[in-house]
T-cell receptor, first 110, second 115 residues
Framework: DAKTTQPPSMDCAEGRAANLPCNHSTISGNEYVYWYRQIHSQGPQYIIH???NNETNEMASLIITEDRKSSTLILPHATLRDTAVYYC???????????FGAGTTVTVRA | DVKVTQSSRYLVKRTGEKVFLECVQDMDHENMFWYRQDPGLGLRLIYF???????EKGDIPEGYSVSREKKERFSLILESASTNQTSMYLC????FGSGRTGELFFGEGSRLTVL
């Protein structure tokens, strides 16, 4: 699987959009981009995934660059409950393995 | 909502004991996974199963075994617990199929301490 690079931490103001970057410059054409988050003392929670196109669901939006070498997870209106570690993961289609890296610790401040 | 339930939230066991960690999911998912999470090491895949009675080794299977006799249940077994198996254990499940395989639903975790 392609490796991902994320900033170790970032702060965000409550009510503002949080833009979380992820670099995956060695991604292959058959690899998906997934985002998960883990709130303290809980199991990870799936947020969204995409292959080529941008995606949006009730939790977030995923923007993938045209060359697919990077992506951004957007939390449109961050709340204090969005404070968590966010993981960007790249996974090959039909591969069962999902490798979690260190992620980005996001702190939403009032 | 998908529910993945792990049998015990906290366990304390002694070195050499046999330990069973049970996981049940209620959404008829084909795939089930066991991870462990340690500070500084992130989540590491121990075993996964894509069908009843089928299992595959993950990245760190040594010292562990698994059992999947029914579709909804996936058990992690520590045959002889050791102190280096003190960790948070996380079970997850997912549907089969392209992107959905990677859409994991996790349980709350089982924190195991081996003395």
């Amino acid at each position: 699987d392609a490796k991902t690079t994320q900033p170790p931490s970032m702060d965000c103001a409550e009510g503002r959009a949080a833009n979380l970057p992820c670099n995956h410059s060695t991604i292959s054409g058959n690899e998906y981009v997934y985002w998960y988050r883990q709130i303290h003392s809980q199991g990870p929670q799936y947020i969204i995934h995409g292959l080529k196109n941008n995606e949006t669901n009730e939790m977030a939006s995923l923007i993938i660059t045209e060359d697919r070498k990077s992506s951004t997870l957007i939390l449109p209106h961050a709340t204090l409950r969005d404070t968590a570690v966010y993981y960007c993961i790249v996974r090959v289609v039909n591969d069962y393995k999902l490798s979690f890296g260190a992620g980005t610790t996001v702190t939403v401040r009032a | 909502d998908v529910k993945v339930t792990q049998s015990s939230r906290y366990l304390v066991k002694r070195t050499g004991e046999k330990v069973f960690l049970e996981c049940v999911q209620d959404m008829d998912h084909e795939n089930m996974f066991w991870y462990r999470q340690d500070p500084g090491l992130g989540l590491r895949l121990i075993y996964f199963s894509y069908d009843v009675k089928m299992k595959e080794k993950g990245d760190i299977p040594e010292g562990y075994s698994v059992s999947r006799e029914k579709k909804e249940r996936f058990s992690l077994i520590l045959e002889s617990a050791s102190t280096n198996q003190t960790s948070m254990y996380l079970c997850a499940s997912s549907l089969f199929g392209s992107g959905r395989t990677g859409e994991l639903f996790f349980g709350e975790g089982s924190r195991l301490t081996v003395l």
